[in-house]
């Protein structure tokens, strides 16, 4: 029973861990078209090798992001069907060797976790020689995703704090060798995050729109009945 008792106390102690980082807010506009098609570039450059949305069509994020067919083939060269959805070529089995598990399809990503929780995760890879990559997240602990971002933001150190049982990550020291400034890096992580708000829900485009009409016409129309109704009154206490 003791050996049990450790046990899910390590437990606790591993998720109390992941659980405390903070979570960061950055300037998140899946309305802003220039930020969310910086975002889709990224997306296809950096993260299309591993990663699909599934969810996603491309004639649907041609459409939304305004793009000529040439900009679509710029951004997904190997597109085979401008109807079919954006799905990569990595077979899950080659995923599972190469990182231990397969890249997750990122669709709903944004709808599951949020938008602070993706924008805080890009931010918070450390060098840990410990990993097979060489780097660990300090809001996903363990993760098999590399830092694929390292050219442009640097590499930096975790600022650990002792908590019982382990080491918790406080914060990070200044990244070197990065090609961007952190102000720089925090922008493009908000465009990506950015896309990936908008691939969990394109509608959002049209519905958030939509729905503050449908909110006016809502109070006119409580305004209209009101009033009918005064009237109405005004003719049964006069009757």
């Given at each position: 029973m003791g050996r049990w008792l450790a046990l899910l106390l390590l437990g606790t102690f591993g998720f ?146 002792e908590r019982g049982l382990v080491k918790v990550v406080k914060g990070f020291t200044p990244p070197e ?10 922008k493009l992580v908000a465009d990506v995050t950015a896309f990936l708000v908008y691939a969990a829900e ?38």
């Open positions: 109390l861990k992941a659980e405390e980082f903070p979570l960061q807010k950055g300037e998140i506009d899946p309305f802003d078209r220039e930020s969310v098609r910086r975002g889709a570039q990224l997306f296809a450059e950096r993260c299309f090798g591993c990663h699909s949305l599934k969810l996603l069509r491309y004639r649907r994020l041609q459409r939304d992001l305004e793009l000529t067919d040439r900009e679509m083939r710029n951004l997904f060269p190997g597109m085979e069907r401008i109807h079919g959805t954006v799905v990569t070529g990595l077979d899950p089995e080659e995923g599972k060797r190469w990182f231990g598990a397969a890249p997750p399809d990122l669709s709903v990503r944004a709808r599951a976790r949020g938008a602070d929780w993706i924008y805080t995760f890009l931010l918070s890879f450390y060098r840990d020689d410990r990993r097979p990559f060489g780097v660990n997240n300090a809001l996903l602990e363990k993760t098999a995703m590399p830092h694929v971002l390292w050219d442009l933001e640097g590499l930096k150190e975790a600022i650990l704090e060798g990065g090609k961007l400034s952190p102000e720089a890096y925090r394109p509608a959002l485009l049209e519905r958030v729109p939509l729905g503050k009409w449908v909110l006016l016409y809502l109070l006119l129309l409580t305004f209209v009945l009101y009033r009918l109704k005064k009237l109405y009154w005004q003719e049964i206490e006069s009757s």
